[in-house]
């Protein structure tokens, strides 16, 4: 939980393997630090740098927050949203030998379950322009699904990005789908994590999650319960779309 020794942990965790996998500091020291109400935050915010020489950045995104403790019960979040995080390093460790041509932030939120307060902060106080900014793809919630379906959210709204979903030849056990996005198919993710923060800002975003399950915001969203062949594939999708989107010019 945010402000928590846990947090404190989970940041200098992500701040070795950044290092550990060749990734530059956006910032001192990896950290961004914020405080909001009683509590004290901290992004950690990687940088690849892009083989194109210019200023635009795609921003891949995950939270490192997560419940905490209640009731003496150690809520780990193992789906949400350390598949995310994990997913981060995945991409650090493929970009050690395929560098991207667009620059690239790792952006390990922090507060998300708190008001997706560690993107908000990020997009409005940082040290890059938000009109640099041309595309985030968060990932938050990719590591299983009793229907093997992943979803992908935002191209309602970025029509743009549409094509490259929709033309994208499915991997492994992952269905990639376009849905939730308010247009009659159940809940409207638009909001529903840190894109959000992005699509306020006008940032074209891509959020890719599943849907609820039964552990979802429970003690037993353990590393047990990932469904390993669903994550790997998973995760290759997330980065054979990334590759997609970073050879247009965004």
Request: proline share 2%.
């Amino acid at each position: 939980r945010t402000g928590t020794e846990g947090a404190k942990k989970a940041k200098d965790y992500i701040i070795k393997y950044f290092k550990k996998l060749d990734v530059e500091s956006l910032t001192e020291n990896y950290t961004q630090p914020f405080t909001f109400g009683n509590y004290q935050a901290e992004n950690v915010l990687g940088l690849i740098k892009g083989t194109e020489k210019n200023k635009k950045y795609i921003v891949l995104s995950a939270h490192y927050d997560h419940e905490g403790i209640k009731n003496d019960n150690i809520y780990n979040g193992a789906d949400d949203d350390a598949s995310g995080i994990s997913a981060l390093f995945a991409f650090a460790e493929y970009f050690k030998t395929n560098p991207p041509k667009h620059n690239v932030i790792l952006a390990a939120f922090d507060a998300e379950e708190l008001g997706l307060k560690g993107a908000f902060h990020f997009v409005k106080n940082n040290t890059i322009q938000q009109r640099n900014i041309v595309l985030n793809l968060n990932m938050d919630m990719i590591s299983r699904s009793d229907k093997n379906e992943l979803f992908a959210v935002g191209t309602r709204y970025y029509t743009h990005l549409k094509p490259t979903i929709e033309n994208f030849k499915d991997l492994g056990k992952v269905d990639l789908l376009i849905g939730h996005e308010g247009l009659g198919d159940g809940d409207n993710w638009t909001n529903s994590s840190d894109h959000a923060a992005f699509h306020e800002a006008n940032i074209p975003f891509v959020y890719f999650g599943v849907a609820d399950h039964e552990d979802y915001h429970k003690p037993t969203d353990d590393f047990e319960r990932i469904d390993n062949q669903f994550y790997q594939d998973a995760v290759e999708t997330i980065i054979q779309v990334f590759l997609k989107f970073d050879a247009l010019e965004l």
